[in-house]
């Protein structure tokens, strides 16, 4: 038979009672288990301490009120998460001023059909933007100028029996208006369009032009704004690719300059993001209409 471990009993030992109190067995507490426990002022009548609950709003302390959500643990179901009212889903869904959140959607959710022509199958739209209405400023403005100008002057030379003068003077005002449509009908056919892969900038009546830029290579974006364009509403974007010359740098007098920001970079760093929640919306327009 073979000895006992641990050393051999020695009663002059001075850490031998240390030892027998740390391994003396810990007894079962319970409500009845003397004056410190139980119905005492310092705990309530409740279940012993070596019952299997949490810690809830039921009368766990006595004298003492709790208040909060209380968390209570159920061994067979786990983990529990909290539930979240709707009141306060509330406050994620709006901003601190009570406005309903910034949409992100495109202005049109179809191309139009100027800028259908260059998207191919693959490629999702996100929208297209005209320029501000500041950009036709000049144009408007020598208009409008040469009007009064050359109808003073029609008026003065039709007085002077100068006939060829005066029928000079209507055709350059003709002239005039005519490069006036000119620079509108461009305008109009001028395009800023924003897809999931590129930037696109299409504009020209007779001689189409298109340059584009895949966001893939875009290393660095900005826009800028006057006072004046801040007032109106308009700026100016620069984009950077590695440092190396492209044709789609320079953007100018493009509206909601802001919110155009936040689009071009969602895309750029959010992609499935920005699909997530359009297939969302896509799901609640066709159960509108099924409705």
Known sequence: MGSPSGPP??????????????????????P?????YGAGPGLSDGPSLSDDVGYGDGPGYAGQG??????????????QPPQISEDE?????????????????????????????????TERYRGEWKRHWIHLTNPLLIGIAAT?????????????????????????WFAVMGWVAWKVADWW????????????????????????????????????????????NYGTFVLESAGQEQALREIKNLPNPNELYLRVVEEMYEPQAVEARLGKEADEAKADDGA
Not at 10 to 24: A, K
Not at 32 to 36: R, V, Y
Not at 162 to 167: D, E, F, H, Q, Y
Request: without cysteine.
């Open 189 to 232: 056919y001028d395009r800023f369009i924003l897809t999931n892969k590129r930037v696109m900038v299409v504009n020209g009546i007779v001689t189409r032009k298109v340059a584009m830029m895949p966001l893939v290579r875009v290393t660095d974006m900005k826009y800028e704004q006057t006072p004046t364009g801040r007032a109106l």
């Open 89 to 121: 889903l509330a406050g994620l869904r709006a901003d601190a001023t009570g406005a309903a959140p910034r949409r992100v959607l495109p202005l049109e959710d179809e191309p139009s059909s100027l800028v259908a022509r260059y998207l191919f199958p």
């Open 66 to 79: 709790r208040s909060g959500r209380g968390w209570v643990r159920d061994p067979e179901a786990g983990y």
């Open 148 to 172: 009064f100008v050359l109808g003073y002057l029609s008026g003065f030379l039709a007085g002077q029996n100068v006939g060829a003068l005066t029928t000079i003077a209507v055709l350059l």
């Open 32 to 36: 009845d288990d003397g004056p410190g």
């Open 9 to 30: 009993f020695d009663p002059d030992d001075p850490d031998r009672e240390r030892r027998e109190r740390d391994t003396e067995p810990i007894p079962r507490i319970g």
